[in-house]
């Protein structure tokens, strides 16, 4: 599955109708950005289970400033409409694809059972 862009308006959609969402923060002046973009697309070829959303921080300054983005490119990872994964800076493809593995693996379930025993 290729990349798709969300939208502020999309974004809840996106996330409510998808178990695992990875959303990449960019911009076109960013030269990271430019570098992770490949990478990003690759992996979104490589696992179609998983939907690859960017957000175009110049076009969606709202969403972003929404998301508390501060550099970019940001990476999240949504799992279970939970946010388990937000870093910013570039990945490599063995590093990303490091995460990917991760988010897939989380058990949300024991992550909030986990969570519910934390004291407040």
Avoid at 11 to 26: G, K, R
Avoid at 28 to 43: N, Q
Avoid at 57 to 78: D, N, R, Y
Wanted: aromatic share 10%; proline share 5%.
């Amino acid at each position: 599955m290729a990349t798709i862009d969300i939208t502020e308006q999309s974004f809840a959609e996106t996330l409510e109708n998808n178990d695992i969402v990875f959303v990449d923060f960019w911009a076109a002046w960013c030269g990271p950005c430019r570098m992770f973009a490949p990478i990003y697309g690759t992996a979104a070829e490589r696992h179609p289970d998983i939907v690859f959303a960017k957000v175009d921080t110049e076009a969606e300054q709202a969403l972003a400033a929404a998301a508390h983005i501060t550099a970019i490119p940001t990476l999240m990872a949504f799992k279970g409409k939970t946010l388990v994964f937000s870093q910013p800076g570039a990945l490599n493809a063995t590093g990303f694809e490091e995460v990917i593995q991760e988010v897939k693996n989380l058990d949300l379930n024991k992550l909030r059972a986990d969570a519910a025993q934390q004291p407040a």
